[in-house]
């Protein structure tokens, strides 16, 4: 489903209230991501490529006018600078809930340096915390704080549209989190995925009654780079 037809079936959705209209989008393409390294929260700039990107996904979403109420961001540079350009003009608020996994002294170094630290653990990939580091859980906790906080001060009598600017691992966590907590039309295998550089989803949540737990959701987008028609478009990272 692309971003037009998302704009007429939201018509409909948008008249449940309360409820939001969030949009989650990864980074462009860091410095990091060329080079293949593994940055965590190591802050590393947009590439020239990811600034295109960013940029190509604005024009995108402001030819179906597309807008928003209120704009998050990660305040590592590399999603900093895609909520910049994606959300111009609007006030960011910044979230260190928002970061990438913390991987400690994995980061800075090649995305299979991971892999050999988890053979040489006796462990799988996602199971093994390098030193320093977070676990998949510990990302999965603060991202879904992050949500409950949004969903706490934005509910309200109307549908609010607002534009989450974040990283591959912490945007795959919140969305684990999302399909393990609330009802929803999401796979299991898609909520496991890590999205491409600029890669949308769009989900539309909302509350069923007073209790701010009791929320339904609709997916109307995963993972989209629809919008790189005429950039290219950077696959997720291993890790």
């Not at 977070?134 to 906080?149: I, L, N, T, W």
Request: neutral net charge; aromatic residues 4%.
């Amino acid at each position: 489903m692309n971003l037009s037809e998302i704009r007429g079936s939201t018509s409909q959705l948008t008249k449940l209230r309360p409820s939001l209209l969030l949009t989650l989008v990864r980074h462009g393409q860091s410095e990091g991501n060329k080079q293949g390294v593994i940055q965590g929260q190591s802050d590393y700039p947009l590439s020239e490529l990811g600034v295109q990107q960013a940029q190509t996904l604005r024009a995108h979403l402001d030819s179906r006018g597309v807008s928003f109420d209120a704009v998050y961001s990660s305040d590592l540079s590399r999603a900093r600078q895609t909520a910049d350009i994606v959300a111009a003009g609007l006030e960011i608020t910044n979230d260190r809930r928002l970061r990438e996994r913390n991987y400690g002294n994995c980061e800075n170094k090649p995305a299979a340096d991971l892999a050999r630290c988890a053979a040489a653990a006796d462990l799988p990939v996602a199971q093994y915390v390098p030193d320093g580091g977070e676990s998949q859980e510990q990302v999965r906790d603060r991202a879904g704080e992050f949500f409950k906080e949004i969903c706490a001060r934005h509910l309200s009598d109307t549908c609010t549209r607002i534009l989450v600017t974040g990283h591959g691992g912490c945007l795959r966590e919140l969305i684990t989190f999302l399909f393990s907590t609330y009802s929803g039309n999401l796979k299991k295998a898609d909520a496991h995925k890590i999205a491409p550089n600029t890669g949308v989803t769009v989900v539309h949540v909302a509350r069923k009654g007073q209790d701010m737990d009791s929320l339904t959701l609709k997916f109307l987008k995963i993972h989209s780079d629809e919008h790189l028609v005429n950039v290219a478009s950077t696959a997720p990272p291993e890790v």
